[in-house]
């Protein structure tokens, strides 16, 4: 290997003595002590606000109320105790399914990076699985599970385990070579070379696989509660769907965005700190 080449791999390795460790050492102070506004998504969300505000007011529909109207009947609904009720039931399910995605889908996608025979034979149904409209499956999960949880969870992890799994695979699958060539030449065997090298350096994708699937997720658990056993959050659009209640639909429209957004916040937020190793020009590119 090259001076140039090793100089490189160990610039970015995760730990351990060398310029890698110096440079995540250096770098860290100075990440912490930067802190940035939100200025630009505040400015955007202003932004929206008036634009719904406006066209709500000019438009006069009754299918799109103003903004005011549907903050209004938000905070009814917070009053009233339905949005709390029916969400902490809707998150119960989404957590439940998700920590089966990941506990299943990283596992088996970095296997698949590594083994190009259980790749060549599970690959067709992952891509499968993954392409085809998860909520076809709902009703399978109702007659084999009937009206309960248990049919909700089912649907969302049809929506989450395959992007996780693609994102794993390709996350280990993209490590650099170099990398590889560097824990080689320490003399490493396969199992320090997945823990010290291939899994800290898939870490930044599999996190990206996350944030994807956990979208994926509300987004079943929606259709779940919709199509399925009608409770949570998905009840709560159905009932008001159903009285033509434009203003109860997009107030729970928003706590489901809400809800999205947080959960992604909070993968980053782990994210940034299982890889507060890399440095700063790599976390970008990631």
Do not use: H
């Not at 969300?45 to 529909?61: C, F, H, P, Q, V």
Request: some cysteine.
């Amino acid at each position: 290997m090259s001076t140039e080449a090793s100089a490189t791999a160990a610039a970015r390795r995760p730990s351990g003595t060398g310029t890698g460790a110096g440079t995540g050492a250096a770098t860290a102070p100075r990440r912490r002590r930067r802190v940035e506004l939100p200025w630009k998504e505040v400015l955007s969300l202003a932004i929206g606000a008036a634009l719904w505000e406006l066209i709500g007011r000019s438009a006069d529909a009754a299918f799109f109320p103003p903004l005011s109207d549907v903050l209004v009947r938000l905070w009814e609904l917070i009053l009233s105790g339905d949005i709390l009720t029916n969400l902490l039931g809707s998150l119960g399910n989404f957590a439940l399914a998700f920590a089966f995605c990941i506990v299943v889908g990283v596992p088996v996608g970095m296997l698949m990076g590594l083994s190009y025979r259980l790749r060549a034979a599970l690959d067709i149904y992952v891509n499968a699985f993954l392409t085809a409209p998860s909520l076809i499956f709902a009703p399978i999960f109702f007659a084999i599970f009937g009206l309960s949880r248990w049919s909700i969870v089912a649907v969302i992890v049809m929506y989450s385990l395959f992007i996780i799994i693609v994102s794993a695979e390709g996350a280990v699958r993209s490590v650099d070579a170099s990398l590889k060539e560097m824990a080689r030449s320490f003399n490493a065997n396969r199992v320090q070379t997945f823990f010290k090298v291939l899994l800290p350096a898939s870490l930044p994708l599999i996190f990206a696989g996350l944030r994807l699937g956990a979208g994926r997720g509300v987004k079943g658990m929606i259709n779940g509660e919709m199509f399925i056993a009608a409770v949570g959050l998905g009840a709560l659009l159905m009932s008001a769907g159903r009285g033509f209640d434009a203003a109860t639909v997009l107030a729970v429209l928003l706590v489901i965005i809400v809800v999205a957004l947080v959960i992604a916040r909070l993968i980053q937020a782990i994210d940034a700190r299982a890889t507060a190793w890399l440095p700063s020009t790599d976390r970008k590119q990631s």
